[in-house]
């Protein structure tokens, strides 16, 4: 349906009522539907032969969760409050409700963190990812394809004595929205960061007490993925197998910390006690990063399965902690890359906080951006400034004067020296008392350190194949978890060659004895494209950052929109 407003896709009349999300091939309109219904319309507007023209390809309408469900993307809270301020339509006469399209998920008409967000009546444009950044979940619980998100949650009244808490949720699948809600009831107290309040979030979503007609996919997940998923959110029976992900309290001096079980021990006596590996261990610095065979020993009754997030070594202040050479970033709506590496830290005389990134993709060149811009995934374990120093130059990362160096016990910075940049001495130093972050440190009392064991005889990797991923159990290098795709290819090659290419990560450290699956599983994790181009002929998709964000405003030739319902998506040509 071709309509001649003058409202283009990025522009903005004053008044206008209605949100705007952009995607690259257009833009998705939100509007609250006619009448005090509570419930909103999305329009898919694409531009036409005639810049004059815009075409409106696609119409939904649902309550603002089930709009989610429909699009396969999260609307923000900012958006969402936006909606909930605007009058509601009169009329809308120009919008056509379709049928649903599965070309809907295609990623030119998904959002991408750096597409635009215009909000109605103001001239400020925000991007999709920094509204997601400023107001994210409570706790977000992920395990190969599945995502589930604890959005919030609203106390709501019957009566004046019958308060009830309604949790909101997502639940993801491969990258896209197919569950969510607002109306989970749990009881007033009830501890949202729970294990228990995602199985609940579970047990609403796959047994449709969301209300709503099931979406498509919706039925296609609740045919092929809902056990799988109630089987990965059940805590495991005693006694717990490797692999479990585990929480373990009764440290010495120290909080409770997680990890991943490596054995089972049976003592004498006939007590049982798990050997496991804390999660900072994988952290660049950690001194059992390079020590595969060691393990941690504790109690099994202090040993507790946990769905927590793998400890990733950062502060609960995350916006204020410098990162510094191996800490993992995110963008938060940088076109240029999704994911990398910190390579430096840099604070000149008047500036703002930078880091110097590498992204992930190899091909990359490095990228200055100011720290605000991205958000941290995993810190680092460096325990002295040698240490540190002694990494970046096996690396090639040479010193810049400006720079921030801080490790667990010291810190410092670059200044110019007569031959170069110089860290400036002596460092500044403070006591280093956590005995699974920084087990060698002086500053533990000798009796304090927890027992360190070594593995029997490494047990061979358990192995679970589903339809698009496969996770590995490994006691050294923990859960694995790849596409399907490149371990198939992986596994079918020499374990000889598996080795040279792991050989090559740096920060990855093999025992000598892994096992051809534990090596597959390795590659096709780490190294999905690599697996494809040195070992298959032709083109493939690039499986390692399949979110990566596209370059922003590509030209838009010859745009023909489907007709209403249709299952394919318009035909459009990219000029690139």
Do not use: C
């Not at 450290?509 to 070992?535: C, R």
């Amino acid at each position: 349906m071709v309509n001649n407003d003058a409202s283009q896709p990025g522009q903005r009349p004053p008044g206008t009522a209605h949100v705007e999300i952009q995607v690259p091939a257009g833009g998705w309109r939100f509007r609250r539907s006619p009448g005090n219904t509570g419930r909103i319309t999305a329009e898919l507007v694409i531009r036409g032969e005639n810049p004059a023209d815009r075409i409106s390809v696609y119409g939904a309408e649902s309550t603002p969760w089930g709009i989610e469900t429909q699009l396969g993307f999260p609307i923000p809270a900012t958006v969402r409050e936006a909606l909930r301020l605007i009058p509601p339509a009169a009329t809308n006469p120009g919008l056509r409700i379709s049928a649903p399209a599965p070309w809907i998920g295609a990623s030119d008409y998904q959002p991408t963190r750096a597409s635009m967000v215009h909000l109605p009546d103001t001239f400020n444009v925000f991007t999709y990812g920094t509204l997601l950044h400023i107001k994210p979940p409570i706790r977000t619980w992920e395990e190969g394809p599945y995502r589930i998100d604890v959005v919030g949650t609203e106390l709501t009244f019957e009566n004046r004595d019958s308060p009830t808490l309604q949790v909101a949720y997502r639940i993801w699948h491969d990258q896209r929205v197919v569950f969510a809600s607002g109306d989970l009831p749990v009881p007033i107290g009830s501890g949202i960061q729970a294990d228990a309040t995602l199985r609940s979030i579970a047990d609403h979503a796959l047994t449709a007490g969301t209300g709503r007609e099931p979406t498509d996919l919706q039925r296609e997940f609740l045919a092929k993925h809902s056990a799988e998923l109630r089987s990965v959110l059940t805590p495991p029976t005693a006694p717990y197998p490797i692999g479990t992900r585990v929480k373990v309290r009764g440290l010495a001096g120290a909080t409770p910390a997680s990890g991943i079980i490596t054995d089972a021990i049976v003592d004498d006596d006939g007590s049982l006690h798990y050997g496991w590996r804390p999660d900072v261990a994988r952290l660049p610095g950690h001194p059992m990063g390079q020590h595969l065979d060691q393990q941690l020993v504790a109690p099994a009754q202090n040993v507790q399965p946990t769905l927590h997030s793998p400890d990733a070594g950062l502060s609960s202040t995350q916006e204020a902690e410098v990162l510094v050479y191996g800490a993992r970033v995110r963008a938060i709506d940088d076109p240029r890359f999704a994911t990398g590496t910190v390579l430096r830290a840099i604070l000149k005389p008047g500036g703002q906080p930078t880091y110097d990134i590498q992204p992930d993709q190899s091909s990359y060149a490095p990228i200055r951006i100011h720290a605000a811009d991205v958000e941290p995934i995993a810190g680092t374990a460096w325990p002295t400034l040698q240490a540190l120093l002694d990494a970046r130059a096996d690396a090639g990362i040479s010193l810049e004067s400006g720079e921030l160096l801080i490790t667990l016990r010291e810190a410092t910075f670059v200044r110019d020296g007569p031959t170069g940049p110089l860290p400036a001495f002596p460092p500044q130093e403070w006591p280093s008392q956590d005995p699974i972050l920084d087990p060698e440190s002086p500053d533990i009392p000798i009796s304090a350190p927890p027992h360190r064991g070594h593995p029997t005889p490494t047990p061979a990797p358990r192995i679970v194949i589903e339809d698009d991923y496969t996770r590995v159990y490994d006691p050294r290098h923990e859960l694995l978890i790849a596409h399907k795709q490149p371990f198939e290819i992986a596994i079918s090659q020499p374990r000889e060659k598996l080795v040279e290419l792991l050989n090559t990560l740096p920060d990855l450290h093999l025992g000598g004895d892994e096992s051809l699956v534990t090596l597959a599983a390795l590659a096709a994790q780490h190294m999905p494209d690599e697996v494809n181009s040195i070992f298959t002929a032709g083109p493939v998709a690039d499986t390692r950052n399949p979110g990566q964000v596209p370059a922003a405003d590509p030209d838009f030739d010859d745009i023909h929109p489907p007709s209403a319902g249709d299952t394919e998506p318009p035909d459009i040509d990219l000029d690139l």
